[in-house]
């Protein structure tokens, strides 16, 4: 057992840490519940140099014990927000100049975009997806082309990796 503060992060905080000539890359989490997944989610983020996640409260807590033995201490190296309003939060995001990509089974194909220098991600649940009001702000809807007979989807925390390698990559937020 460990006894810690828990970081804590704004909005404001990760919007005003963003330089215009910097590329920068969020990650939102709408409605994970596998703990498992927020975890290695995180974790993740923080290899792919992601600048902050933003969870809404139907996702699993950053705090739960499982997230935070799957996120192998990753947490503390990232701003971290849990929203209890999401939309606007994600409003306030795109008035900040935030690029949405949403993901999802079908859609544009990974290898097609240009990714925007203010990059946000949105992974949903594996049972749910993204929400609908959630998806209605996404810019572009991404999938990740595979072998569709023979696996009906990807796990979240395995979709969402190659997506923000491929963001990462293309920003040149990692060498």
């Not at 992974?123 to 991404?142: H, K, P, R, Y």
Request: charged share 15%; aromatic share 6%.
């Amino acid at each position: 057992m460990a006894i810690f503060k828990q970081p804590h992060s704004t909005l404001s905080d990760v919007i005003d840490a963003q330089h215009s000539a910097h590329p920068s890359l969020l990650l939102a989490l709408d409605g994970v519940q596998d703990a498992g997944n927020v975890g290695t989610l995180l974790r993740t983020a923080a290899w792919f140099n992601a600048s902050a996640v933003i969870s809404n409260t139907h996702s699993a807590d950053f705090f739960n014990p499982k997230v935070v033995r799957a996120s192998a201490g990753s947490l503390f190296s990232l701003p971290l927000i849990r929203s209890t309003d999401f939309l606007n939060d994600l409003l306030t995001l795109k008035q900040a100049g935030f690029t949405f990509y949403a993901t999802a089974l079908s859609g544009t194909p990974l290898s097609s975009v240009k990714f925007a220098s203010k990059s946000l991600v949105i992974v949903g649940s594996e049972a749910f997806g993204i929400s609908q009001n959630v998806m209605a702000l996404a810019d572009e809807t991404l999938c990740i082309r595979g072998n569709t007979k023979a696996v009906e989807s990807l796990n979240a925390a395995v979709a969402a990796g190659i997506v923000l390698h491929t963001v990462s990559s293309a920003l040149k937020l990692v060498e």
